[in-house]
């Protein structure tokens, strides 16, 4: 065996410490996921839909095959885990992001790891060019980053497995960063490369940064500010991108062996990661706090509701009532008139006793003085009508009894109290600590 030390001596045991914002972002995720109480499950009980907070920014890389792409990961993350030079033919998607073990991933393990990306599904060839790169690395800020670095574009006959330009611009939208390299040396103004940088600035302009990647292999300075005022120049002709100013530093990977006069910017990278990350945080910070402030207005509106459907409710059922008593009293008075007028005023008196008896005589007496009035040939065509408005009083009973709107059970109401408690009471408290916490360490780092 040789005596070559392992990966680990490049990522030291203080290296499993999480920084600040790494806290942050973990532990505002899990407020989101957690099984019993997390947000994602409160608001989905409520018939509200919730996405966890990404852990980690979203980086991608895109420009032509040769740009640097692979080179520029490979240093960030100090660790050889992309491969340079690679054939356009062969190469795709690759999520590069930092985890516990070192592993790479196919197409179906890769949007397991990452769920929010399954619509690249849609796109024809792409589960076959899609894959993920785990590093255990922990070198400048990549425990918040994953890349995604892209296929080489190329112009001419080349036929890409997929719908290359629409899934790259797709990933940009989903992207915190856009990076796009230019190579001085004969692809920096690759059509496709611009047709996409096009396309993506009709929604992501502010996510777009330009570089000249590989600077130090430009030449002279007089001939780098040549290739530069090219891609500029052809970068302006775009009716999408005219508008803009552009900003394209000069960037590439030092090489001790290889100094270089070149001004390289390529720190001026790492510290826009830096500030994306930061900006991530306190995003995440303020959803947080959205979030819980939609859930809470949604248990208030529903309970308010729910009061509503409450008093609702008891004015159908007065109704129902009403109605269903009529619609049964009328034909039983109409009938037991019929049977009361049939006995004399001294047997219906023993039988019901005096008071009662004179009650029942005197309902019943109206009645029959009303029928009284019927001529005899219209009695038949009365009681019809009669019976019908009876049986349309039952059926309005039964329509506002049915009218009643559905409302909330004490359980539901119980729990829906119990979430609003633990809104207030748990989450927003942690979210003013996380932030509180947060604000003190970059005050600490300010004064350093």
């Not at 996921?33 to 018939?47: P, Q």
């Not at 907070?53 to 740009?67: C, D, F, L, Q, T």
């Not at 785990?134 to 070198?139: C, D, E, N, V």
């Not at 005022?229 to 508008?243: A, F, S």
């Amino acid at each position: 065996m040789s005596g070559r030390k392992p990966r680990s001596v490049a990522n030291p045991l203080e290296s499993t410490i999480t920084t600040p914002s790494e806290r942050i972002l973990k532990e505002c995720h899990s407020l989101y996921v957690d099984s019993e109480n997390g947000l994602v499950k409160i608001a989905s009980s409520l018939g509200v839909r919730l996405l966890p907070p990404r852990k980690k920014i979203i980086v991608m890389i895109m420009g032509n095959h040769s740009a640097g792409k692979s080179s520029f990961i490979n240093w960030y993350v100090e660790e050889h885990i992309q491969k340079t030079g690679v054939a356009i033919e062969t190469q795709g998607f690759t999520f590069i992001t930092s985890g516990r073990k070192r592993e790479s991933l196919t197409g179906n393990a890769t949007l397991h790891l990452y769920p929010h990306f399954r619509p690249l599904l849609e796109f024809k060839g792409v589960m076959d060019y899609l894959s993920a790169e785990i590093s255990t690395s922990k070198q400048k800020k990549f425990s918040l980053v994953t890349f995604i670095d892209t296929p080489g574009l190329v112009d001419g006959d080349m036929i890409y497995p997929f719908d290359v330009n629409s899934a790259i611009t797709w990933l940009g939208e989903q992207s915190d960063l856009i990076f796009v390299f230019f190579d001085p040396m004969g692809q920096a103004l690759c059509k496709r490369t611009l047709n996409i940088v096009e396309k993506l600035s009709e929604k992501c302009a502010d996510k777009l940064l330009f570089y000249l990647s590989k600077a130090d292999e430009a030449g002279k300075e007089t001939d780098r500010q040549r290739v530069l005022m090219q891609i500029v120049q052809e970068l302006c002709r775009r009716p999408g991108l005219n508008k803009c100013g552009f900003e394209m530093p000069t960037i590439y990977i030092p090489n001790p062996q290889k100094p270089s006069r070149c001004v390289n910017e390529i720190d001026g990278v790492c510290q826009t990661i830096e500030k994306t990350i930061n900006q991530a945080v306190q995003k995440t910070l303020d959803q947080l706090e959205k979030d819980c402030d939609l859930i809470c207005s949604t248990i208030s509106s529903k309970l308010q509701q729910d009061r509503a459907d409450v008093s609702h409710n008891k004015t159908v059922r007065l109704h129902s009532l009403m109605y269903g008593t009529l619609g049964i009293f009328l034909p039983i008075l109409f009938i037991l008139s019929f049977i009361v007028n049939s006995f004399s005023k001294e047997h219906l008196d023993e039988l019901l006793g005096e008071g009662l008896s004179r009650t029942v005589f005197a309902f019943t007496g109206i009645v029959m003085y009303l029928w009284e009035w019927i001529p005899e040939d219209g009695q038949v065509v009365f009681v019809i009508v009669f019976g019908a408005f009876c049986y349309l009083l039952l059926f309005l009973a039964k329509y506002f009894a049915g009218r009643g709107n559905k409302t909330l059970s004490k359980k539901e109401k119980r729990k829906m109290a119990e979430y609003s408690d633990y809104i207030h009471d748990i989450v927003k408290t942690k979210k003013g600590k996380l932030y509180e916490w947060y604000l003190q360490q970059c005050a600490a780092e300010y004064d350093l």
